[in-house]
């Protein structure tokens, strides 16, 4: 695991890469979607080849340090509302809390979609995390609903 230096605000937004994978992992490891490097890996490889996703990463300065935060945007069409854009992670290593990062992550997130055509950018928010309620709105988002969200796990056929 990466320990996390953080002297100042000072990183670089750039897109992920490949060998982003670990360092993906162990941000979302903290938001408690515990997943390894290899299984990151092939999901990284997966968005990264997708012109509809975007992966976006806060690195350290000197990029030794490891990754201060991340956001994941996709550009989806739905039936019901055509083009849509939705902010589908953003993470922020604790140590690198209160310094900016999120916001500069989201707006770096909302540039790409409106390259993509966006005017308007959808997140959800867990109701386990009243940090984020509290950044969103402060962010220039307004809540445009609550709802459930119901998983309905699917059995394989017999005989795989």
């Not at 092939?42 to 806060?58: E, I, Q």
């Not at 030794?64 to 550009?75: F, K, Q, T, Y």
């Not at 019901?80 to 290593?93: K, P, Q, S, Y």
Request: glycine residues 8%; aromatic residues 6%; proline residues 4%.
């Amino acid at each position: 695991m990466t320990s996390i230096v953080i002297r100042d605000a000072r990183c670089a937004m750039r897109d992920a890469r490949h060998d982003d994978a670990a360092e993906l992992a162990r941000l979302c490891t903290l938001l408690a979607y515990p997943v390894d490097g290899d299984r990151m890996a092939g999901r990284l490889a997966t968005l990264l080849a997708s012109p509809s996703h975007a992966v976006m990463v806060a690195a350290s300065a000197d990029d030794d340090s490891g990754l201060m935060g991340m956001v994941a945007a996709e550009w989806r069409l739905m039936i019901e509302f055509g083009g849509r854009a939705e902010i589908t992670a953003l993470i922020v290593d604790p140590q690198a809390r209160r310094l900016g990062l999120a916001r500069r992550l989201v707006d770096a997130a909302c540039d790409w979609i409106r390259g993509q055509g966006g005017t308007d950018v959808f997140v959800r928010s867990n109701i386990l995390r009243p940090e984020s309620h509290a950044f969103y709105p402060a962010a220039g988002f307004t809540l445009a609903k609550t709802q459930h969200v119901y998983v309905r796990r699917l059995a394989q056929p017999a005989g795989d």
